[in-house]
């Protein structure tokens, strides 16, 4: 897969434009109230759904997969909050706690024993009363049950990049440990007049 990310964002640069998604500005305003001051941002990209935290005063990590979306990030939106090099299957890349995990995507492209880990190690690194909130792709998106399945909600949407899609139980299944306290409905803009269905789910460590 890192050959496939890093073929995308060195074809179409700042693919998705500058602007943060709804979910990170809504993310922005839940940790704001909690009164969060360090975030981590797995699969960060090139920095646009950083930015909202930053501008707030908040200290943002991040861990993204892609070289060149990290030096997309300093060179073309001149960020240099600090990013670790690396997939989020080798989580954890520090000792950190953090006050707040916010997660746009990513999570769907790992398998299920992927997936497993990565929740389990962001729960880890948040503090006491610290939440995190990650962005999954609905079942309800146009391109649900496209490509080979590779098992229950699990489709290859392209060679390299399966997906899975989820619904209100796979959500109580896979993140139920973890204290959900929120579970909201999205469109996201994908495009230009192209939005997908996502659920935003927020999970407390009391």
Same mark, same amino acid.
């Given at each position: 897969?890192?050959?496939?990310w890093e073929?995308m964002?060195?074809?179409? /640069?700042?693919?998705?434009g500058?602007?943060?998604?709804?979910?990170?500005?809504? =993310? /922005?305003? %839940?940790f704001? =109230?909690?009164?969060?001051? +360090?975030?981590l941002?797995?699969?960060?990209?090139?920095? /646009?759904?950083?930015?909202?935290?930053?501008?707030?005063?908040?200290?943002?990590t991040?861990?993204?997969?892609?070289?060149?979306?990290?030096?997309m990030?300093?060179?073309?939106?001149?960020?240099? &909050?600090?990013?670790? %090099?690396?997939?989020?299957?080798?989580? @954890?890349?520090?000792?950190?706690? *953090? +006050?707040?995990? &916010?997660? *746009?995507g990513?999570?769907?492209?790992?398998?299920? =024993?992927?997936?497993?880990?990565f #929740?389990?190690?962001?729960?880890?690194?948040?503090?006491?009363r610290?939440?995190?909130? &990650?962005?999954l792709?609905?079942? /309800? !998106? @146009?391109? *649900?049950g496209?490509?080979p399945k590779?098992?229950?909600?699990? *489709?290859e949407? !392209?060679?390299?990049?399966?997906?899975? #899609?989820? +619904?209100?139980?796979?959500?109580a299944?896979?993140?139920?440990?973890? +204290?959900v306290t =929120?579970?909201?409905?999205?469109?996201?803009?994908?495009?230009?007049?192209?939005?997908?269905? &996502?659920?935003n789910?927020?999970?407390?460590?009391?």
């Amino acid at each position: 897969m890192t050959e496939i990310w890093e073929s995308m964002f060195a074809a179409k /640069r700042v693919m998705w434009g500058e602007q943060p998604t709804r979910s990170a500005l809504l =993310a /922005r305003e %839940h940790f704001v =109230a909690r009164g969060a001051r +360090d975030i981590l941002i797995p699969g960060v990209g090139y920095g /646009r759904n950083a930015k909202p935290f930053i501008d707030s005063g908040m200290s943002v990590t991040g861990i993204e997969l892609s070289a060149s979306a990290i030096a997309m990030a300093r060179s073309d939106l001149g960020l240099d &909050f600090p990013i670790h %090099h690396g997939s989020v299957e080798g989580m @954890p890349y520090d000792a950190g706690e *953090y +006050d707040g995990v &916010f997660c *746009y995507g990513l999570a769907y492209l790992l398998d299920g =024993a992927a997936r497993a880990k990565f #929740f389990a190690d962001c729960f880890r690194q948040l503090r006491a009363r610290g939440s995190m909130i &990650f962005t999954l792709i609905s079942k /309800r !998106a @146009p391109m *649900y049950g496209q490509g080979p399945k590779l098992g229950e909600d699990w *489709y290859e949407r !392209a060679p390299g990049m399966p997906m899975f #899609f989820y +619904d209100e139980a796979s959500i109580a299944r896979e993140l139920g440990a973890y +204290d959900v306290t =929120a579970v909201t409905e999205i469109d996201e803009p994908v495009a230009e007049n192209l939005s997908y269905p &996502f659920y935003n789910v927020t999970c407390e460590k009391r």
